[in-house]
């Protein structure tokens, strides 16, 4: 598949099926769910299901050769060199009590390298964008990252794994010494809107461990599309099939990291 030729298509189908998970998941929203565990506190409900099964129809019926690699479904498997990293409900925590922090995050990558990504929340209305190369938008507007030149003066948002306690010593190592050096630090539940806020500079960087691709690869498009700098905790390369992420503005990365090592 020629991901040039094809990128308007791409982000024409990948706005549709965001759009048509996102009326699913805001009719559904503070309602009663049937909740079930995947582990000791990762929720899944009828919702996230019922959502990835719109997105991954729209699209395959789209580009029936593409992989799909979404949170409930797994892979989909084949060598196709287009594959969509989905998340249908990113905050499902949040959803699941009635909390209108979540999104709907796809991505499309070609041969490894991210193209397009986008993240929707279907409560706020807030739309995020960004193809390679052309910029992030929220809602059609052009967006930038703060210019927060220190980490005294920033404010951090940060996640924590569903296997905390396996971690938690270490974790809250981290977390002590940036709470300490920083203006302050949120945690909201959601890794896709939490990049997206640092692209618009509500954030000046986020970080957390232990992710998969579905919840980082179409926020990290917009964030570095949007002038932001993202790596793991050494300040390495990064890869949405890393399991830890550093996402800032680019000014405080050094020092952030710092903190994190």
């Not at 805001?26 to 299901?49: M, Q, R, Y």
């Not at 209108?100 to 499309?108: G, H, R």
Request: proline content about 3%; glycine content about 12%.
């Amino acid at each position: 598949m020629e991901a040039q030729r094809d990128l308007q298509k791409i982000e024409r189908v990948a706005l549709g099926a965001a759009h048509k998970a996102g009326l699913l998941l805001a009719e559904k929203f503070g309602k009663a769910h049937n909740v079930s565990k995947k582990g000791g506190i990762d929720l899944v409900t009828e919702a996230d299901v019922g959502a990835e099964k719109i997105i991954k129809g729209i699209i395959g019926a789209a580009f029936p050769g593409d992989r799909i690699l979404a949170e409930e479904s797994g892979d989909s498997g084949g060598d196709a060199d287009g594959v969509w990293i989905i998340d249908p409900l990113d905050g499902t925590t949040n959803y699941a009590h009635h909390i209108p922090i979540f999104a709907v995050s796809i991505a499309f990558a070609h041969r490894s390298q991210t193209l397009y990504g986008l993240v929707l929340n279907p409560v706020s209305g807030e739309l995020y964008t960004a193809a390679k190369g052309g910029g992030a938008y929220r809602n059609n507007a052009r967006i930038r990252v703060s210019e927060t030149e220190k980490v005294f003066e920033s404010l951090l948002v940060t996640g924590f794994p569903y296997d905390l306690a396996t971690h938690l010593e270490g974790l809250m190592a981290r977390l002590t010494r940036v709470l300490g050096a920083s203006q302050g630090v949120r945690r909201l539940g959601s890794a896709a809107l939490d990049l997206c806020f640092v692209a618009a500079g509500r954030f000046d960087g986020f970080w957390e461990e232990n992710l998969h691709p579905w919840d980082t690869a179409a926020g990290a498009l917009i964030l570095i599309e949007a002038g932001g700098t993202v790596s793991d905790f050494s300040q390495g390369g990064w890869s949405p099939f890393d399991r830890q992420i550093l996402a800032t503005n680019g000014r405080i990365h050094g020092e952030l990291a710092r903190l994190l090592a």
